[in-house]
């Protein structure tokens, strides 16, 4: 069975402490990984795209790696607005058409 | 160009009742997927409708069903809610398979007392 887990559950990191989101995975045939961001009450919001291990991928203060097992999104120095729920989620399916997703790990950043 | 349009935002209903979530996929995109989110977990897949034709099913019992139009807009039914169906229902679209494309709607909040 195609299963994503993400740890922490929950991060609370000080304005400018560096961290990172762990997010594991076990499935049958990987077409892609996605992270999203999702605030509360809204959709997830698309963040990176990753298709191979050792693929890494930056946006601002984010960077997503991926290995054959699991990939991390690193947030370097980050602010008060990154605060949100980060998903993983692993693409699969005969269509490539089913996103498996993680719980989320809940960032709070504090100032 | 307009994002992935679902209503109604919000809704109410009772335990026994029916009810229909729209979803107007973005302009060009002719994949509609659903996915329903309980408080505290990620989404999970319920159908994606590709041209028109379901291409997937996740572990849902049959009282939920759903449908693509000829536009590629859909709607998700539901009958006999349950108490446990309470959830964010979003929509995603995407504009070819494989979805590696997928934007994601705002959602419906659906609470059934």
């Known amino acids: 069975e195609d299963q994503v887990t993400q740890s922490p559950e929950a991060l609370r990191l000080q304005e400018g402490e560096s961290s990172s989101l762990n997010c594991s995975y076990t499935v049958s045939g990987l077409r892609g990984l996605f992270w999203y961001r999702q605030d509360p009450g809204k959709g997830p919001e698309f963040l990176f795209t990753l298709y191979s291990a050792g693929e890494e991928k930056e946006k601002e203060r984010l960077k997503a790696t991926l290995t054959k097992k699991e990939s991390f999104l690193h947030i370097t120095a980050p602010k008060p607005e990154d605060s949100a729920t980060y998903l993983c989620a692993v693409l699969v399916g005969e269509y490539g058409n089913k996103l498996v997703f993680g719980a989320g790990t809940i960032l709070r950043v504090k100032s | 160009d307009a994002g992935v349009t679902q209503s109604p935002t919000h809704l109410i209903k009772t335990r026994g009742q029916h009810v229909t979530l729209r979803c107007s996929p973005i302009s060009g995109h002719k994949s509609v997927s659903w996915y329903q989110q309980v408080l505290g977990q990620g989404p999970q897949f319920i159908f994606q409708y590709y041209e028109k034709e379901e291409r997937g099913r996740g572990n849902f019992p049959d009282r939920f069903s759903a449908r693509q139009f000829p536009n590629y807009s859909s709607e998700l039914n539901v009958n006999a809610l349950l108490l446990g169906d309470s959830a964010l229902y979003l929509c995603?679209?995407?504009?070819?398979?494989?979805?590696?494309?997928?934007?994601f709607g705002s959602g419906t909040r659906l609470t059934v007392v």
């Open positions: 995603a679209s995407s504009r070819q398979l494989p979805n590696y494309g997928y934007t």
